[in-house]
């Protein structure tokens, strides 16, 4: 199984910036996925999840109202839209998922991960 993050890059605050992230070797609309990040210094922290369906999603606080996750099970890829961009969300940015049907907020109960995308946003 394989996740490969994409989309990331440098942006001013306020802008927006779209990841991707392509999961192949397995059923991919079987589980739920996400997106955490991990800012330097920091643990990894949870940003949001969607279901199987598409439909349900769950997001953290900090990004609530800012970013949007969607799924497109035909192509086996899960998107973040990221809007309004602050420089708190300067992070590493890792997709993730798992075999489970749940919303989930803990990274262990996710079963795969890709490799990170760098994401900065400049004051």
């Known amino acids: 199984v394989q996740l490969q993050a994409s989309g990331g890059g440098l942006v001013e605050a306020g802008g927006s910036l779209r990841l991707s992230c392509a999961v192949s070797g397995r059923a991919f609309s079987s589980g739920a996925a996400g997106w955490f990040r991990q800012a330097p210094g920091k643990e990894r922290e949870f940003v949001a999840n969607?279901?199987?369906?598409?439909?349900?999603?769950y997001y953290a606080d900090s990004v609530k109202g800012r970013f949007i996750i969607s799924r497109d099970n035909a192509k086996n890829t899960v998107y973040l839209q990221m809007n309004s961009l602050k420089p708190e969300d300067t992070a590493v940015y890792y997709c993730?998922?798992?075999?489970?049907?749940?919303?989930?907020?803990?990274?262990?109960?996710?079963?795969?991960w890709g490799q990170g995308t760098q994401v900065t946003v400049s004051s």
């Open positions: 993730a998922a798992t075999d489970r049907t749940g919303l989930y907020s803990k990274s262990y109960l996710y079963d795969y």
């Open positions: 969607i279901g199987t369906n598409g439909i349900s999603t």
